[in-house]
């Protein structure tokens, strides 16, 4: 059974930094691509980051220069360093392995993000 557990969320002001992390079980993590999708309110869910199984990395033009991805093989999770927050950045973060462009399995509970200004 698949399993994407997020957690790190919390509320933060304008400027300041959070650290995502998701714990994957359930899959062979090493041969998947992961991705951090995020859904703001009265939105649809979007890709901010890709991490493929080697370790290359790309990034929604929103976000570039100010998140970054990095996975850990060993324990099967993948993190998601955000700095210089926005109020725009605010929304629930989910992971989810990506295959063809695509988000793969069922949604985890995700973790809420908001951004004071």
């Known amino acids: 059974q698949v399993q994407l557990v997020e957690s790190g969320g919390g509320l933060v002001q304008a400027g300041g930094s959070l650290r995502l992390s998701c714990a994957a079980s359930?899959?062979?993590?090493?041969?998947?691509?992961m991705g951090w999708y995020r859904q703001a309110p009265g939105k649809q869910r979007e890709l901010v980051a890709l991490?493929?199984?080697?370790?290359?990395?790309n990034y929604a033009d929103s976000v570039k220069d100010r998140f970054t991805i990095s996975r850990d093989y060993a324990k099967s999770t993948v993190d998601l360093q955000m700095n210089s927050l926005k109020p725009e950045d605010t929304g629930v973060y989910y992971c989810n392995v990506v295959r063809n462009g695509a988000p793969f399995h069922v949604w985890g509970q995700g973790t809420q993000v908001t951004v004071s200004s």
């Open positions: 991490i493929t199984n080697g370790g290359s990395t």
């Open positions: 359930g899959i062979i993590f090493s041969i998947n691509h």
